[in-house]
C-alpha cells in the first residue's frame, strides 16, 4: 500500500471515529459497519478504526461489550471485536435473518428508511470499514470495497446525498463492489460531509503539492516531445522534395498527390493530410505512401550510384 494515501486515509479514519455522537445516526452507523464485518463468532474489520467505532457503538446502542484485537501478521493485521454473542448482536440489528440463519444481501429496511435523514452515518461508517484514499494516478480518488453489490448502491447513494458524485463498479477479478469518488472537489466534499473536514484540507493540500511538483516535468516532457515532432517533420519534408526531384515524372500518380499534400501542408497530422486527400485515406495510409515514395527515391539513387535522400 503506498505510504502516502495510507496516511490521509488513516488521519481520515481517526477523525471520523471522534465524529460527534447522534443516536439515531449513531444506530444506521453501527448497522452499516456490522454489515461489513466479516467473521461468525466474532466480528473481524480490516481496518482499527472500524473495530474502535464499533466497539463504542455497541456499548451505547446494545449496552453489549465489545472487546477489540488484533489478529494475524503483524504487517497486515485483521480487528476483531469479541462480543458474547455475535449472531444474537447481527439479530438484533436486522442483518441476519434467524428463520434461515443467512445474512441480508444489503442493508436493513430501517437503514433504508434513513437513506434520506442519515447519509453521512452509512457514507462514514462504508469508510471506515473499508474505504481509502488514493492520491496516486492523474486525479485523487475516495474508495470503498462492499461486500455485496446491494451494500455498495446504498453507499454509493449516501454519497450522493452529501454532495459527492459516486460510482459502482464490480471488479471480475476479485469479485468485490467498489464504491469510487472521484476527482478532487469531489474527494473533500464527501470527506467534510461525513465529518473529516481536517483530513478534506489534508487532502487538497497534498494534491495541490503534488501538482506544483510535477507540473515543470510534464512542461519539459511536452516541450520535448514537440521538438522531436518538429525535427521528424522537418526531416520527412526534406525527404519528400529531395524524392520528387530524384524522380521526377516517374512518381506514381497516387504518390505524387499525397506529397504535394505534405509540402503544401507541413504542420498538419497524417490523420488531417488523409481528410484533405480525394477520396479521403486513412493515417496509416497517408503514412505509407510517403514511406514508399521516399524509399522509391532511395532505390532509383542507389541504382544510378548516388547517395539517397536524407
Known sequence: MDGDY??????????????????????????????????????????????????????????????????????????QVRVADATGVRIRLGLLDPRVGRRVQGLPPEVIARLDQDPAAIARAGFLAAGAIHLTGPVPRLQIVCPTLAVALAVAGALRRVGAVAGVRHHERTGADHVTVTGIDAVTTALAAIGAPRAARQVRTRWDDKRRRTRPATRELTAANTGRAQQAAATQLAAVRAALAVLGDQVPDHLTAIAHLRLQHPHAGMGALGKLATPPLSKDTVAGRLRRLIALADRHTTDCGTTGTP
Open 6 to 79: 495510507r496516511s490521509i486515509t488513516d488521519m481520515a479514519s481517526g477523525e471520523l471515529c471522534a465524529a460527534p455522537r447522534d443516536d439515531r445516526a449513531d444506530r444506521v452507523e453501527l448497522v452499516t459497519l456490522v454489515r461489513f464485518a466479516a467473521g461468525d463468532g466474532v466480528l473481524v474489520f480490516g481496518t482499527r478504526a472500524a473495530a474502535w467505532r464499533v466497539g463504542a457503538l455497541l456499548g451505547a446502542q446494545l449496552k453489549t461489550v465489545g472487546r477489540v484485537a488484533a489478529v494475524g501478521p503483524r504487517a497486515r493485521p485483521r480487528w
